[in-house]
Each structure stands twice: as C-alpha cells, then as structure tokens.
C-alpha cells in the first residue's frame, strides 16, 4: 500500500485481547533465511552432525531463556506455550529425518534440516485444522531459530526505537516478544493467528492490545503510517479521521473513569459490604515484582514462585544466595505475610536443571516440585533452610507444591524440623512458628483435602492446573482449548469441597490460580468462603473493589444457585449477570 495514501479505511479482525491504542504502525516483513546447498565430504560429517547438534541445544537454551524472562511478566501458565516450541525443536521424527537425509544426500546440514521442516510444513498446511495452522507457526518460529543458530545469523534487534509503536506482521510469533522492548509495543496487529493463538495468549497477559485476521496486513499497512486498534470490538481503523479520534478519546475516558474507582477502593478496608473479612495478596516471582507502595492496599504476597529465581540463576543457587533474595522480598513485604513456595522444578520446566532425571513422554504429571525435591534431600534442605532463615525478618510461610497426599506433606514437615534443628546448631536466627501449606491442584489432593488439611496450617488452590487436571485439558493446546471450562460443574464442586474441607479443619484457605484475578469468578469464590485471593498486581484494585462491592450474603446465595446448575454455559451466563448487576450499580 502507498505510504502516502490518507484517506481512512476500517479494516476488520478478531480482537484477543482488549485495549485501545493509537500510533505509528510498525511493519516487521519477516526475512526468509537463505539456506545454502553445498557437499559434505565424508571426514567432515562428524562436524557436520557436532554443528546440527549444537544448534539444537543453543535453541533450546535460548527458548527457555525466553520463557523464564516471560514467567515474570506473564505468570507461569501463559509462558508454558514455550512447552510447545521445546516438543518441536526435539521432535525425534524431525530430528531422525534431518540425519537421514543428511546421510544419504550427502548436503549440509542446514539445507538438510529445512527441507525437513519445508515438507512438514506443506504436509500440515493440507489439512484444515485450527489445531494444526498453529504448530505450524510454531514450526516455522523454531525452525528460523534453529537455521540462524546454525549460519550464525544474529536475530534482528527492533526494541531500539525511542517511541511506543503499534506491531504489524502476517504473523507475530512468541519470541518475537524478545525482539521488542515490551513497554514499547502500543498494539499488536497480524493476519494470522486466532483467539487461542500463543501470542494472544501473551497479549492478554501483558496487557496488549491485540487484533489477529487482518487479510493481507502488510499490503494493507506501512510502516509510519497512523492507525488506531480497538481490541475490544476487533476493529483496525487506518489514517483515522478526527471525528473517530475524538470517539475513542471519550471511550478511552471512560475506561480511564472505572479504572479510577477501582483506584478508589485500594485505601479502605479488605472487608464485603456486609462487613466479612477477606484477603486480598499479590503473585510474584522476585522482589522486584512488589510495586511501591503496594503493601498498603493489600495484605501481603500471596505466592512467590521461587523456581523462576531458579531458572534465572540457570543452576541450583545455594543456601546464602537463596536467603539474599527471599529476605529482599520480606523485608520489602514491610512485615506483612509472604508465603514463598518451594521449588516447582522438573519435568517441563528448565531440564537443563534437572539432568537428575531423564527424559520423560509426560512432564505435566511426572517428576517435579515436591516429587522432586523429596528425592533430592540436599537441594530442598538448602532451599528450607533459606526460607527459614528469612523468617527472621517477617512472617513468612511455606507453601509446598503438586502435593498428591498427606504422605508427602508429612516427610516435608519431617524436613522442615530437620532443618529448624539444623540453624539451631548453628545458631542461626529463624521464625520456630513458620506455617506450613498445602497448594491443592492434583485431583487426588483435591478429592482428599479433608485429610490432607489436617497435616497443614493453610491451603492454597492453584486453579491452573486442578482445572487443567480436571477436566484432561490442556488449555493452551488449540485443538482442546474450547474444553477448558473453569465453570464445569465438577470444577465448581471441587472448589467449594476444598473450601469446606479447609474450614471443617479451621485453617484458612486462598486461591493463588487465575480465577482469583477474573472479575466475573470472584463473587463465587467468596461465596464459597475463600479467605485469601492472591493475583498479579495489576488486578489488585478491580477485585478488592468487587469484593468490597459485594454483600457476601448476596454471595452466598450465588453460590448456592450455582452449585444446583448443570451446564457451563448456565453457570458462566449467572456469574456474569452478577457481574454485571454489580458494577451496574457502582459504574455509572
């Protein structure tokens, strides 16, 4: 399209991720990599297969570089699409087949390996499926990775430019978020992609405003040129008149006006409208994720995922490096709780760490967190010794991960002592009253929570992955995403058994998993009786706001309703006039 042209025109898409943006477009052409075709003589085939080799381990390196960096902006869920890309990169078919055309054409490697993914990727675009259209952006994101790794091309650096821009690409991968500065990015806008889409995924996260099925985006739009995205109603408006300005300028306005008195509820009280007590933490990875200031709208932190600090150091940190960062988080928690999670390594997360084990088909369900660290006495011993030592300069609590039985709870504890026994010897400063919790998402936890609630001082539920769990959903799998339904009502009723099993045994219980965070699931939960919501700091004002806003009798009764529907759609469709009722009456 001719960057001169002005006069405006509506384009239409899909919005995935809600926002308004008005900017300069960005247009990022995706390069073709130049694959060149030469002979390999037989000596040098064993430095041929060293090289291919060597590509594959430094891309894996670099993914899950990626994802560890992502994990602190996005929450461990939504970088697990990064998951995805590790199964394409050690695909065994695409692997095997790579050596094998090598050995019999006798071509370099990187030639060999492309028309590998070339053929792949014609095979898979045969077949109309929305499941397949995205492994193969996927496999064209890894495979460019790869094929740079192997002719040493480095990967273009666009986050240099001094102003916030709107993306625009046919297709923007994942990693193309480690291109760009993240504050830099306006809106993201591409032909490809679907509701479910990794980079919808991440937009939704990162708070991006986001527009996928733009036919022909990139001779549609030029770089420079002015363009507004509304990522509510999927509407891409270019070289907007004034007119239309002015229109989003009061929609924006009024956007700007709720956040406000959301804003408004962060002084007051933690408290329903009919005076019931309640909760509200927020979910970290490291100090630096507790804004300032933040500690005197909420009541403390409510999940520090210690594994992210893990994957930063890429090793096993010691003892003293461990207490640096978990006392840096308590002290900056100004006496108020933090509940630091133990390690929830293995299995998908950073195998380079876990060389201890061997490949495994499943690492959701397989060998992690407490699995792991009750296997591994010297690595879980040094990481509770940590903790406890923090201990001394707030109230701290150990909250322990993946529990599927009381059995692990109570070896835990075993330890836990054994490590309190331990700083006494030495005579190292320690909190001797240190709660210890049970996070509850394996269905058998979940199913056994009256039991397991009697080994714990608290229980945390990590909704992720009990609903993942649940309802055999991969949420981030395409082909099965339409499944994952947080209001199926067996999830409903695990949940609330949960709460009651937690109660029946007088500890209190929180929700440290998405659900906490959804405006339209939070009146339900505090139904039910959860004590504690735990979430990223950015939804901290709306949700003390909702639940300052609700009667918890009014809740109650919701709950009631709900646990007698029989279908996800009823369920959702009640949640949401609630909802709505609510803000209708607070929201002008």
């Given at each position: 399209?001719?960057?001169?042209?002005?006069?405006?025109?509506?384009?239409?898409?899909?919005?995935?991720?809600?926002?308004?943006?008005?900017?300069?477009?960005?247009?990022?052409?995706?390069?073709?990599?130049?694959?060149?075709?030469?002979?390999?003589?037989?000596?040098?085939?064993?430095?041929?297969?060293?090289?291919?080799?060597?590509?594959?381990?430094?891309?894996?390196?670099?993914?899950?570089?990626?994802?560890?960096?992502?994990?602190?902006?996005?929450?461990?869920?939504?970088?697990?699409?990064?998951?995805?890309?590790?199964?394409?990169?050690?695909?065994?078919?695409?692997?095997?087949?790579?050596?094998?055309?090598?050995?019999?054409?006798?071509?370099?490697i990187e030639y060999c390996y492309s028309s590998v993914i070339n053929k792949f990727i014609s095979?898979?675009?045969?077949?109309?499926?929305?499941?397949?259209?995205?492994?193969?952006?996927?496999?064209?994101?890894?495979?460019?990775?790869?094929?740079?790794?192997?002719?040493?091309?480095?990967?273009?650096?666009?986050?240099t430019f001094s102003d916030p821009l709107i993306l625009v690409s046919s297709d923007f991968a994942p990693s193309d978020f480690a291109l760009v500065d993240k504050t830099k990015i306006l809106a993201i806008v591409t032909e490809k992609g679907s509701q479910t889409s990794h980079t919808a995924i991440l937009s939704r996260s990162l708070g991006i405003p986001c527009i996928v099925g733009i036919p022909n985006v990139e001779d549609e739009i030029s770089s420079g040129m002015f363009m507004l995205v509304d990522g509510y109603k999927g509407s891409l408006i270019l070289n907007p008149s004034a007119q239309i300005l002015r229109h989003y300028t009061e929609v924006e306005s009024v956007h700007r006006e709720v956040q406000k008195i959301f804003d408004s509820s962060l002084p007051f009280p933690a408290e329903t409208s009919d005076g019931v007590k309640f909760q509200v933490k927020i979910n970290i990875s490291s100090s630096e994720d507790i804004p300032d200031g933040a500690m005197n709208y909420c009541d403390g932190v409510g999940l520090f995922r210690t594994e992210n600090f893990f994957l930063d150091c890429g090793t096993f940190p010691d003892e003293e490096t461990q207490f640096a960062a978990y006392k840096k988080a308590v002290e900056k928690a100004g006496g108020k709780p933090v509940i630091i999670r133990t390690i929830d390594l293995g299995g998908d997360k950073n195998l380079n760490l876990m060389k201890l084990a061997g490949k495994e088909e499943n690492p959701f369900m397989g060998y992690r967190a407490i699995r792991f660290c009750l296997d591994h006495k010297d690595?879980?011993?040094?990481?509770?010794?940590?903790?406890?030592?923090?201990?001394?300069?707030?109230?701290?609590?150990?909250?322990?991960?993946?529990?599927?039985?009381?059995?692990?709870?109570?070896?835990?504890?075993?330890?836990?002592?054994?490590?309190?026994?331990?700083?006494?010897?030495?005579?190292?400063?320690?909190?001797?009253?240190?709660?210890v919790g049970a996070m509850i998402e394996v269905p058998s936890a979940a199913a056994t929570a009256d039991i397991i609630a009697e080994?714990?001082?608290?229980?945390?539920?990590?909704?992720?992955?009990?609903?993942?769990?649940?309802?055999?959903?991969?949420?981030?799998?395409?082909?099965?995403?339409?499944?994952?339904?947080?209001?199926?009502?067996?999830?409903?009723?695990?949940?609330?058994?949960?709460?009651?099993?937690?109660?029946?045994?007088?500890?209190?219980?929180?929700?440290?998993?998405?659900?906490?965070?959804?405006?339209?699931?939070?009146?339900?939960?505090?139904?039910?009786?959860?004590?504690?919501?735990?979430?990223?700091?950015?939804?901290?004002?709306?949700?003390?706001?909702?639940?300052?806003?609700?009667?918890?009798?009014?809740?109650k009764n919701l709950r009631d309703e709900v646990l007698s529907i029989k279908r996800s759609r009823h369920v959702i469709s009640r949640l949401r006039s609630f909802h709505y009722e609510l803000m209708r009456l607070y929201v002008k």
């Open positions: 399209m001719n960057s001169q042209q002005t006069e405006e025109k509506a384009l239409k898409g899909l919005a995935v991720s809600k926002g308004i943006a008005y900017g300069e477009a960005f247009v990022m052409l995706k390069r073709d990599v130049e694959t060149p075709v030469y002979e390999i003589r037989d000596a040098d085939k064993p430095a041929e297969i060293k090289r291919f080799q060597d590509a594959i381990v430094k891309t894996r390196n670099e993914i899950q570089e990626l994802k560890s960096k992502l994990v602190k902006d996005v929450g461990e869920a939504e970088s697990a699409i990064f998951d995805a890309h590790l199964m394409v990169l050690e695909d065994v078919a695409i692997i095997q087949e790579t050596l094998q055309t090598f050995e019999r054409e006798h071509f370099n095979a898979f675009e045969r077949i109309e499926d929305s499941f397949i259209l995205e492994r193969i952006a996927d496999l064209r994101d890894v495979s460019r990775r790869v094929l740079d790794n192997l002719l040493g091309v480095e990967a273009p650096k666009i986050g690595i879980f011993m040094a990481q509770l010794r940590a903790i406890l030592r923090a201990s001394a300069y707030g109230k701290v609590k150990i909250l322990l991960p993946m529990i599927s039985s009381i059995r692990e709870v109570e070896r835990a504890r075993i330890w836990i002592d054994e490590a309190k026994g331990e700083l006494t010897a030495l005579k190292k400063p320690f909190d001797s009253s240190v709660q080994a714990c001082d608290f229980i945390s539920i990590g909704t992720n992955d009990l609903i993942q769990y649940l309802l055999a959903v991969d949420r981030v799998n395409d082909m099965v995403a339409y499944l994952y339904e947080p209001t199926h009502p067996a999830v409903i009723r695990t949940l609330n058994f949960v709460v009651e099993a937690a109660h029946k045994a007088k500890i209190p219980v929180g929700v440290c998993g998405e659900l906490a965070a959804d405006p339209v699931f939070v009146p339900l939960l505090l139904g039910m009786g959860v004590d504690e919501f735990s979430i990223s700091p950015k939804s901290l004002s709306e949700i003390k706001f909702l639940l300052q806003k609700t009667s918890f009798e009014a809740a």
